[in-house]
């Protein structure tokens, strides 16, 4: 089950934002985090906040419906997204107990993709395409939509969360639809398609940031700096800026620790000039 936050920070590429979250089996919104779902047409299953950046929109909206709602005191000691977040994990431990014994291995061993993945895929680009069917990572996840911005406190606070309660089935996206933050604990493999993370004319930087004192065995396969059962340590740059192959899926693989996996562009053409 993959559930994703909306949060009051920046949307630069709003169609990719769009994509994701017609992928997840339901929405919730953080405060102004509101405003940016509705910008995109879509509506929340939840909403979770203070008031305090919610805009004229938003504030409308819950007046008009009647979603489930947690509406919290402005002076507080956890931010609107912790506590979203923590009820979100909490639907998420129900959902587990209602499947049968076994079923969180089976999603370690066995990953498998949510179906309407393929139905967003082709809302977007007009067809099917196989080369991004591996975009998630399995079939349960939390999305942080909108996280990233010039308040760098929320969005350090906000990574901060995901390593905190990331789990090895259960990984974490921030993303503002440009810039892409994966957390993800180890053992696991992962796959990042080029084709959905970079547009045409983009270079497209993969880099590996060590969230805990050490991540151990990593393989990075089809960059242009390719790993080998290498372990990265918290602090050393070794894994900064690495590029990814035009037309390629990046395969990461690594046994133990917290990392996060940064992907972000750059034009081209802008690069050449530097």
């Known amino acids: 089950m993959w559930q994703g936050l909306f949060l009051s920070g920046d949307m630069l590429q709003p169609e990719k934002i769009k994509v994701l979250a017609n992928c997840c089996d339901s929405l919730w919104a953080a405060d102004g985090g509101l405003d940016r779902l509705l910008e995109l047409g879509l509506e929340a299953d939840f909403f979770v906040g203070d008031g305090d950046s919610l805009g004229a929109k938003g504030a409308g909206y819950l007046k008009e419906r009647a979603i489930p709602a947690k509406y919290l005191k402005e002076r507080k000691d956890e931010s609107d997204s912790a506590v979203a977040l923590q009820l979100m994990l909490e639907r998420y431990e129900k959902e587990g107990q209602k499947a049968s014994p076994g079923k969180a291995e089976q999603r370690n061993t066995n990953p498998s993709f949510p179906e309407r993945f393929g139905a967003a895929l082709k809302r977007r680009a007009g067809g099917p395409s196989k080369k991004c069917e591996a975009l998630f990572s399995g079939p349960s996840g939390i999305i942080f939509f909108t996280a990233l911005g010039t308040r760098y406190d929320h969005v350090l606070s906000n990574l901060a969360l995901a390593c905190r309660y990331v789990k090895a089935e259960l990984p974490f996206l921030l993303t503002d639809g440009k810039s892409y ?44 700096w390719p790993l080998e059962n290498r372990t990265l340590f918290q602090g050393i740059s070794l894994g900064l800026s690495n590029e990814m192959l035009d037309n390629q899926s990046a395969n990461l693989s690594f046994q133990g620790g917290i990392l996060s996996v940064i992907l972000s562009t750059e034009n081209k053409e802008e690069v050449k000039r530097k």
């Open 181 to 224: 933050i994966w957390v993800l604990k180890g053992p696991g493999q992962y796959i990042f398609p080029n084709c959905f993370y970079a547009n045409q004319g983009e270079r497209l930087y993969l880099s590996l940031l060590p969230q805990t004192a050490e991540v151990e065995n990593i393989s990075l396969k089809n960059v242009l």
